[in-house]
């Protein structure tokens, strides 16, 4: 369902001629029991992520699993992803947030060269039994239950950042608004 903004702004496109679109998702429902989505494929709707804005938003009345039982993303193909993004500040993401590189220090060609999932600090754990093992790997604090892996995976990452900022950015997308370009 579109909010009254989002129906204003559709109606100002139409009106000047603009294409448009929307992307909706479903209410917020967790995936505790199933894959989100095809492995490495885009995410156009669905069920919530549950990280960024929407760990601190979406979570109430969602069910919630335990952190254990996260043992591999739902969502991306880290050994050989089949897409990346590529942000204002130049940073390569796998996903949201973690990142192979930054485009502004290094070519693309030598950056997909280079790539070497099972070294990466980040993705390596991911890769060896998913958020979990991220949490478990650098001992990190967590809460028992989580909405889905992106939860935990997004916590996790979150608490790394200060450790691993060449990997785990820009700061915007863990909710700092003060962002840098390093």
Not at 96 to 111: S, V
Not at 149 to 167: G, K, N, Q, S
């Amino acid at each position: 369902m579109l909010t009254k903004a989002a129906k204003n702004a559709v109606e100002a496109a139409n009106r000047v001629g603009l294409p448009q679109n929307t992307i909706s998702i479903e209410a917020p429902a967790g995936c505790a029991n199933a894959e989100c989505a095809n492995r490495g494929e885009p995410i156009t709707g669905g069920a919530v992520r549950f990280r960024g804005r929407a760990v601190e938003k979406l979570l109430d009345g969602v069910p919630q699993r335990p952190w254990t039982e996260f043992v591999r993303c739902p969502d991306e193909d880290l050994a050989d992803p089949g897409r990346v993004h590529v942000d204002v500040f130049g940073h390569l993401h796998v996903c949201q947030g973690l990142l192979m590189g930054n485009l502004w220090q290094r070519p693309l060609k030598e950056i997909v060269a280079d790539y070497a999932p099972r070294t990466h600090p980040i993705i390596g754990p991911l890769m060896e039994g998913g958020p979990a093992e991220l949490v478990r790997h650098y001992d990190l604090l967590h809460e028992d239950t989580y909405a889905d892996a992106c939860h935990l995976c997004y916590v996790a990452r979150d608490i790394l950042r200060a450790r691993f900022p060449e990997y785990l950015a820009p700061n915007i997308a863990y909710g700092d608004l003060e962002e840098t370009t390093t």
